[in-house]
């Protein structure tokens, strides 16, 4: 089975860090793009950080740029949101996502739970 598990969400104070961690399994992880998405009280969902199959290359929202590092680990199948100076507008639930490109150039989706993250002012 696939599976995404995301590192338990927390609470932060602004101005804080946080290093959000995926388990990935059940899926050909190194042939993978990774992203994470994420989804505020009454907003869309939106994308936050993607990085390429074989991590040479990220891409981020305009919105976390310079705050936010991704980075993905073949070797143990996880990927990593590093989130420092965070703001109250960082609120929203974090999901971590993947696309499978092994058999398909469209590439097979497969999305986490999700994991909360809460950012106090």
């Known amino acids: 089975d696939v599976q995404l598990v995301e590192s338990a969400g927390v609470l932060v104070q602004a101005g804080g860090s946080l290093r959000l961690s995926c388990a990935a399994s059940?899926?050909?992880?190194?042939?993978?793009?990774i992203g994470w998405f994420r989804q505020a009280p009454g907003k869309e969902r939106e994308g936050v950080s993607c990085?390429?199959?074989?991590?040479?290359?990220?891409s981020y929202a305009d919105s976390v740029k310079g705050r936010f590092t991704i980075s993905k680990d073949n070797a143990k199948n996880t990927v990593s949101l590093q989130m420092n100076s965070l703001e109250p507008e960082d609120t929203a639930v974090y999901y971590c996502?993947?696309?499978?490109?092994?058999?398909?150039?469209?590439?097979?989706?497969?999305w986490g739970q999700g994991t909360q993250v809460t950012v106090s002012s």
């Open positions: 996502n993947a696309v499978d490109y092994s058999r398909s150039y469209s590439g097979t989706w497969y």
């Open positions: 059940g899926f050909t992880f190194v042939d993978s793009a």
């Open positions: 990085i390429s199959d074989s991590g040479d290359s990220t």
